[in-house]
């Protein structure tokens, strides 16, 4: 997953959803502070009422997607 910039929340609309939604976790046993990253992202996001737009890709061998992460 790659972060690639942030829109409004009123730019989501209900006609985008397409897939399932996926749940992302901080892993603090890879990336050490990724649970401190994750939460102020987060909160920033609740503040400023945005989302964030990532480039996803689910597993090896998948087509590149781009998702809306919501607070």
Do not use: W
């Amino acid at each position: 997953m790659k972060l690639m910039g942030f829109k409004p929340k009123s730019a989501l609309k209900v006609f985008h959803n397409i897939k399932h939604s996926y749940f992302i976790y901080p892993d603090e046993k890879r990336i050490t502070g990724s649970s401190q990253v994750m939460d102020a992202l987060i909160n920033e996001m609740i503040a400023e009422d945005k989302i964030a737009i990532v480039r996803f890709i689910p597993r090896d061998n998948s087509v590149v997607r781009f998702c809306a992460l919501l607070p």
